[in-house]
């Protein structure tokens, strides 16, 4: 299998990654609704969002964890696991990834993975690293297209192997762990759809729903050009996000505002302006329209420029 060899990419400097089709889209994460639960009654959340004009429902199931005293709660993904699984993605890309019974994963280290995570300015200690992969593997996700031809139901890691404590002090702190990623991921490896993203670019927006942009933007403005603009309406982009829609239509705009802002700081968008859609003087919606800034219009073209090497790589193997 040379799927990673395909994806992997020789920009060091720059620190490359990869979005993954219709799953880095849909509102997987819980980022707003406090994190632990004990109430079993109404443990599922359940979000609708539409991805290039299919209409989707997304049921997201929590972990069920035992604490060290013993008492179990209910645990949903939010921006640890979200951070957490985006590093273990870069590592595959930079030669962790295997392939095992035709399915993608990454061999690595806690010690490897903590490290990569202080790298990054997200410094958890182990016990949190190791909950946070327990709760990626015992999470379940169900994504179902309306017209009912997509259904897919799985853990966001369906299999994990993890060293002991004392396994590592019998090693010197030295042990290989497995992640298999969720089955959405091995799919849009194996279909190459899937997109190159400045992975350190992403880790060094602190804002969830500006990240999450980010990476939206990465994937889906393909022709990013001042004569293209990126023009997402408010209403159905903060509810395809993980952050949902709020009830008051002013604390959306500014989380939109604040969103925009920290990437014009970052230099991937230029300047943007609004289009308030109203109903008398009330607004009901707001049309945005997005300029980008070179740097990402550079990245875009490095992008498409490498979709093309992969396809042209993947037609090679294929053909031996």
């Known amino acids: 299998m040379f799927l990673f060899k395909i994806i992997k990419s020789k920009i060091k400097e720059d620190e490359y990654s990869n979005t993954i089709e219709l799953y880095d889209a849909i509102p997987k994460y819980v980022w707003n609704q406090k994190k632990e639960n004990i109430d079993l009654s109404n443990a599922i959340i359940i979000r609708y969002c539409n991805l290039r004009?299919?209409?989707?429902?997304?049921?997201?199931?929590?972990?069920?964890?035992?604490?060290?005293?013993?008492?179990?709660?209910?645990?949903?993904?939010?921006?640890?696991e979200e951070i957490l699984e985006d590093v273990l993605r870069k590592l595959a890309v930079e030669g962790k990834g295997k392939i095992i019974d035709g399915k993608a994963g990454v061999i690595f280290t806690l010690y490897e993975l903590q490290k990569e995570l202080m790298k990054i300015g997200h410094g958890y200690n182990l016990n949190e690293i190791k909950e946070a992969l327990r709760v990626c593997q015992g999470?379940?996700?169900?994504?179902?297209?309306?017209?009912?031809?997509?259904f897919i139901s799985?853990?966001?890691?369906?299999?994990?192997?993890?060293?002991?404590?004392?396994?590592?002090k019998e090693n010197k702190n030295k042990g290989i762990c497995y992640v298999q990623f969720n089955p959405l991921v091995n799919s849009a490896i194996k279909s190459l759809?899937?997109?190159?993203?400045?992975?350190?670019?992403?880790?060094?927006?602190?804002?969830?729903?500006?990240?999450?942009m980010y990476k939206r933007m990465s994937h889906y403005w393909v022709q990013a050009h001042n004569l293209y603009p990126y023009t997402p309406s408010l209403i159905s982009f903060l509810n395809c996000s993980p952050r949902e829609l709020s009830l008051r239509i002013s604390e959306n705009i500014r989380a939109m505002k604040n969103a925009l802002d920290v990437l014009i700081q970052k230099k991937i968008i230029s300047s943007y302006k609004l289009i308030k859609k109203k109903?008398?003087?009330?607004?009901?919606?707001?049309?945005?329209?997005?300029l980008p800034h070179r740097n990402f219009v550079e990245q875009i073209m490095r992008s498409n420029k490498k979709r093309k090497k992969i396809i042209k790589a993947a037609l090679k193997i294929n053909l031996t």
Do not use: H, W
């Open 53 to 80: 004009g299919k209409r989707f429902l997304i049921k997201i199931k929590p972990a069920i964890i035992e604490k060290k005293n013993f008492n179990t709660v209910l645990i949903y993904p939010g921006q640890r």
């Open 139 to 150: 999470a379940n996700l169900e994504c179902i297209s309306k017209d009912r031809k997509i």
């Open 193 to 212: 759809s899937f997109r190159q993203y400045n992975y350190t670019t992403g880790m060094q927006i602190r804002s969830p729903l500006a990240r999450y």
């Open 279 to 290: 109903y008398g003087r009330k607004i009901v919606d707001v049309k945005y329209i997005i």
């Open 154 to 168: 799985s853990s966001f890691f369906p299999v994990i192997s993890l060293t002991t404590k004392n396994f590592l």
